[in-house]
């Protein structure tokens, strides 16, 4: 889903939250969240992670789909080497032309159409179906802490090196 990383960046500025509070709230690495509130792009676990750490519903900090058309579509042939993608997701379109850019022999873009999809031929093996973790909101906690104890060494070594 798509946020709208501005609107989250005022709540947090609103409510004194910084983005290593937010980290720790939601269990999001420093990099992630500000990868999320740059390119607006989450999965629906994160956006109600980060919507809840700033205090407002994932209503609220979720962008509109502008182009109308919501139709992402995988196809291809049992034991075919290539797959058609079409995506009208941007941030699955973002990631096509690049893959497009830097591996243009296996990342063809066939079109882009009037409605603002895009479909391109990928290689099958590109294809992997992976789902979520589960978590508990305790094992959330362990991790969240797990990393500010990491964070918190990688810092002390930083400043002994000065």
């Not at 409510?15 to 709230?25: F, G, H, R």
Request: charged content about 30%; proline content about 2%.
């Amino acid at each position: 889903m798509r946020l709208n990383g501005k609107m989250i960046m005022e709540v947090m500025g609103t409510k004194n939250l910084t983005e290593e509070m937010v980290c720790s709230m939601t269990g999001l690495s420093l990099r992630a969240l500000q990868g999320i509130l740059k390119d607006g792009f989450a999965s629906n676990d994160a956006a109600e992670r980060i919507a809840r750490a700033v205090g407002v519903s994932v209503g609220e900090i979720l962008l509109p789909e502008v182009s109308g058309n919501v139709e992402n579509v995988i196809e291809f042939m049992k034991d075919s080497e290539r797959a058609t993608v079409s995506f009208s997701q941007g941030r699955y379109k973002s990631r096509i032309k690049k893959l497009a850019a830097e591996r243009p022999e296996e990342c063809e873009i066939v079109a882009e159409n009037k409605d603002g999809s895009l479909c391109a031929h990928i290689p099958v093996a590109w294809i992997k179906i992976k789902p979520t973790q589960q978590i508990t909101e305790e094992q959330r906690e362990i991790m969240a802490e797990r990393m500010r104890r990491n964070i918190s060494k990688h810092d002390d070594s930083r400043h002994e090196n000065v």
